[in-house]
């Protein structure tokens, strides 16, 4: 079975402090790793991927995650957070055919 | 390009009661996907559709839960008769076509109450 923990439930931040959100999987095979993010009010919508090649992957808004396979890991980072960041964050995990997501991060960044 | 869209946006019904869910996905997207987002809860797939056919179930609750997509373009989800647990926001999601690499598009979900 495969399944992706989120450890953080929500974090606090300033305006322009740095971001990193865990994310941690576990599946035997091949993977492909996402993060979605959901804004106030708005769909779901993907961050970024990972398929293969470079394991550090940038995103739409300055995002970027890192996937390390020795560590089961895909952690997501920005430099430096907007108010305009907040939103929950999803981390999922496709497959085969499924995609699986973790239980979500909930960023608020202060003004 | 339009997006997914799905309606109603928001219902309440009492335990027992029949609710059922729409979803039209991009066009030209043979999959369409069903999950179920508990409050505080990534969204679990429930069902996964190839044009009209049932590419994965497995995580249906069959006894009370029903898909269709009769056409391979709309589809409906139903509960019947729906539980105090099936509180939750529904979502849709419709991709080109089932390899990894096609991203998922996901509508604005509905929101189910059941009292």
């Known amino acids: 079975a495969q399944s992706v923990s989120q450890h953080n439930h929500h974090v606090i931040l300033s305006e322009a402090a740095s971001l990193e959100l865990g994310c941690n999987y576990s599946?035997?095979?091949?993977?492909?790793l996402f993060w979605y993010v959901q804004y106030p009010g708005q769909h779901l919508q993907l961050l970024l991927k990972?398929?293969?090649?470079?394991?550090l992957v940038k995103g739409i808004k300055g995002f970027e995650a890192e996937f390390i396979k020795s560590k089961f890991s895909f952690n997501l980072r920005k430099p430096s957070v907007q108010w305009s960041d907040t939103a929950e964050y999803f981390c999922a995990l496709r497959s085969a055919r499924q995609l699986t997501f973790g239980s979500g991060t909930q960023l608020t960044v202060l003004p | 390009e339009a997006g997914v869209a799905q309606s109603p946006r928001y219902k309440i019904i009492e335990k027992r009661q029949s609710v059922a869910f729409w979803c039209n996905p991009i066009s030209g997207h043979a999959t369409l996907y069903w999950y179920q987002q508990i409050l505080g809860q990534g969204p679990k797939l429930l069902i996964q559709f190839q044009n009209n056919g049932v590419v994965d179930d497995s995580q249906l609750p069959k006894d009370r839960f029903s898909a269709e997509r009769l056409k391979g373009v709309d589809s409906t989800l139903k509960i019947q008769p729906a539980k105090l647990e099936d509180s939750a926001v529904y979502l849709c999601?419709?991709?080109?076509?089932?390899?990894?690499?096609?991203?998922?598009?996901f509508g604005p979900g509905t929101r189910l109450t059941v009292l």
């Open positions: 990972y398929f293969s090649g470079d394991p």
């Open positions: 599946y035997g095979g091949t993977v492909n």
């Open positions: 999601a419709s991709s080109r076509g089932l390899a990894g690499d096609n991203e998922q598009f």
